[in-house]
């Protein structure tokens, strides 16, 4: 099976970080581009970093620049996103999507395939 694998959400203090995992499988994430995206209740999904694996470009959206980190492991073929200096306001389901035309965009519209979502809550 062709899947995404999110992990490592979870419950942290304003300030503290935390790193997300997106597991790949049935395919090779090098051939596409990946992007991490959140979503609010109510709201709609913001996209915070993609990666375009054919070329290594990297993009992360204003919200989080200088705080989020995309890095990637192609032996695991897993990606990471370190998040630094998080607040109440990155409260969120966190998601990994894969773009097969790895189109390298931060809209939602452009990935196929998503994994499950992994829940950051970040305490005041």
């Known amino acids: 099976d062709v899947q995404l694998q999110a992990s490592g959400g979870g419950l942290v203090q304003a300030g503290g970080s935390l790193r997300l995992s997106c597991a790949a499988s049935g395919l090779i994430f090098d051939d596409y581009a990946i992007g991490w995206f959140r979503q609010v209740p109510g709201q709609e999904r913001e996209g915070l970093s993609c990666?375009?694996?054919?070329?290594?470009?990297?993009h992360y959206a204003d919200s989080v620049k200088g705080r989020f980190s995309f890095s990637s492991d192609r032996a695991k073929n897993t990606v990471y996103l370190e998040m630094n200096r998080l607040t109440p306001e990155d409260t969120a389901v966190y998601f990994c999507?894969?773009?097969?035309?790895?189109?390298?965009?931060?809209?939602?519209?452009?990935?196929?395939?998503w994994g499950q979502g992994t829940q950051v809550t970040v305490s005041s």
């Open positions: 999507a894969l773009d097969y035309q790895g189109a390298w965009s931060s809209r939602p519209s452009e990935y196929e395939l």
């Open positions: 990666f375009k694996g054919t070329d290594g470009r990297i």
